[in-house]
């Protein structure tokens, strides 16, 4: 007994395919993708900054530079002149508060000081009304 599976002989007829088409549903999915794409509006992630607007007028002068140093100890120098305190450091911070064109503060702490002196410095210009303050590293 013999059992044939597949053509059922050689009749010369093709065999059928019953697969979908899947073509135009690919082309309507396509289509429907870029209507989504156009249709979804653009959002932007931007913050929105109110700046203060400057006169048109370049400063032909560059601004007074102050450089304060914090040594490892805590020894503060004011343009490389020690200070003797923190009295006298105030006495110089409010000095240059005081001017009409504020000098620049550039804050240069040695790597291995205590926090506690620099923060101290940094609000005691806060305080005293110093607008331009940087800390500068040793580049």
């Given at each position: 007994?013999?059992?044939?599976i597949?053509?059922a002989?050689?009749?010369g007829?093709?065999?059928?395919?019953?697969?979908?088409?899947?073509?135009?549903?690919i082309?309507?999915?396509?289509?429907?993708?870029?209507?989504?794409i156009?249709t979804?509006?653009?959002?932007?992630h931007?913050?929105?900054?109110?700046?203060?607007?400057?006169?048109?007028?370049?400063?032909?002068?560059?601004?007074?530079?102050?450089?304060?140093?914090?040594?490892?100890?805590?020894?503060?120098?004011?343009?490389?002149?020690?200070?003797?305190?923190?009295?006298?450091?105030?006495?110089?911070?409010?000095?240059?508060?005081a001017?009409?064109?504020?000098?620049?503060?550039?804050?240069?702490?040695?790597?291995?000081?205590?926090?506690?002196?620099?923060?101290?410095?940094?609000?005691?210009?806060?305080?005293?009304?110093?607008?331009?303050?940087?800390?500068?590293?040793?580049?």
């Amino acid at each position: 007994m013999a059992m044939n599976i597949g053509s059922a002989g050689n009749s010369g007829e093709p065999e059928l395919l019953i697969d979908m088409n899947t073509t135009p549903l690919i082309d309507v999915m396509l289509v429907l993708l870029i209507m989504l794409i156009v249709t979804i509006p653009i959002q932007t992630h931007s913050v929105k900054l109110n700046m203060p607007a400057g006169s048109p007028s370049r400063q032909s002068v560059p601004p007074e530079k102050v450089t304060i140093e914090v040594d490892f100890d805590g020894t503060l120098l004011w343009d490389g002149h020690v200070v003797q305190g923190k009295a006298d450091l105030e006495t110089h911070m409010r000095a240059a508060a005081a001017m009409p064109d504020q000098p620049e503060v550039h804050l240069r702490p040695n790597k291995l000081v205590k926090y506690q002196y620099v923060a101290m410095v940094m609000a005691s210009a806060q305080r005293l009304g110093l607008k331009k303050l940087a800390v500068i590293g040793k580049e």
